[in-house]
Each structure stands twice: as C-alpha cells, then as structure tokens.
C-alpha cells in the first residue's frame, strides 16, 4: 500500500510540474500574440518515430489548426526533416492537419532542420515578412523557440511569441517530461 501512495505522490508532483511549467513558459514568454490576426503559425517539429512521437505530432498539429482558427492566421508553417523515417516531421504533422480541416493553401512545409535551432532558421527564412507569428509546441519548447528567434533575428524579435492557449491536464503525459528536459537543456546551456 506505502509503494501505491509513494507512486501516486510522484506522480501527482510530475504532473503538476509540467502543468505549472507550461502555465508560465505560455505566459511569461513575450511579446504575447495580441494582435497576431493575419499572421502565421510554425509548429515546431517532433519525430513521429514510435506511439509517443505519433502522439506528439498529433497534439501540435490540433494546436496548430485550433491557433490558425483562433488568430485568423494566414499559414501554417510545420517543420522538421526526415530524421527517424524516410517522411519528414514536418509532414507528418502536415498530414495530420489535413484531416482536421486544414486547407492545402495554408500550409508550408520546412523540411531541413533537425533540431529546434534549426526549426527556427529554417522556419524565419520562409517567414521572412509575414508579420507577427506564434510558435506552438508545448510551452517550455515554444518559449525556447522564441529565445531563438530573439538571438537569430534580433531585427525581427517582437514579431514572434509562444501560443498563450493552456489546457489543464491536457496532454500532461508529454507537458511533464518536457518541462524536464528543457530545465535541463537550460541548465546546460544547449542550442539543441
């Protein structure tokens, strides 16, 4: 019974740290995407590789679709190269958003990079005069991609901002685990 309440207790601290982590990173992270109307939207790539890849994939891809709706945006830009198959992340969140509802004359795929730095170049040289963006991911992620911007284009940094939508318990399997891994990217100072 001691190991069942031990395991509930860590698992309740898990999620209430992603849940808190995602919480800030979507509202701490500025500028926030007031006035984004018309703008564009750049999912931030994933692999597909595995149950928990397809689940992730499938998550951005929902945000996508429900931020280009909800800001009225222009485009969807998904990126993410062919790293662990012979499909690119990006479209197969691209796929995925398709059967959602999202029309072919919207999406732009960025199939090159390979990591989270590179989403962002790649991703900055398609958007080049789009105006304002959000970058969806879970929010510990997209706050990192706006770092990025910031430091990539400094000349453009206010256009970028993290989507501000946050939905308790939804998802906290992946908010958990991420918050984790970017406290420790942060810590070591990574690029990646």
């Given at each position: 019974m001691r190991a069942n309440l031990r395991f509930a207790m860590m698992l309740s601290a898990t999620i209430a740290v992603g849940e808190t982590a995602d919480f800030w990173a979507r509202r701490t992270a500025r500028p926030d995407a007031n006035g984004?109307?018309?703008?564009?939207?750049?999912?931030?790539?994933?692999?597909?590789?595995?149950?928990?890849?397809?689940?992730?994939?499938?998550?951005?891809?929902?945000?996508?679709?429900?931020?280009?709706r909800r800001f009225t945006c222009n485009r969807v830009v998904f990126t993410g190269g062919a790293i662990r198959s012979t499909v690119s992340e990006a479209q197969q969140m691209a796929t995925r958003a398709r059967s959602l509802g999202l029309t072919e004359d919207r999406i732009v795929l960025e199939e090159r990079s390979t990591n989270t730095w590179e989403n962002v170049t790649f991703a900055g040289e398609l958007i080049r005069d789009d105006g304002p963006f959000i970058?969806?991911?879970?929010?510990?992620?997209?706050?990192?991609?706006?770092r990025y911007w910031q430091r990539q284009?400094?000349?453009?940094?206010?256009?970028?901002?993290?989507?501000?939508?946050?939905?308790?318990?939804?998802?906290?399997?992946?908010?958990?685990?991420s918050a984790v891994a970017h406290m420790v990217k942060g810590l070591r100072h990574s690029d990646e």
């Open positions: 984004l109307r018309g703008g564009s939207v750049v999912v931030l790539g994933y692999p597909g590789h595995g149950r928990v890849g397809r689940g992730v994939q499938r998550w951005r891809a929902q945000m996508a679709v429900d931020a280009c970058f969806v991911s879970d929010g510990m992620h997209a706050r990192r991609a706006v284009y400094p000349d453009r940094s206010d256009t970028a901002c993290v989507d501000p939508t946050f939905r308790l318990f939804s998802r906290s399997w992946i908010k958990a685990p």
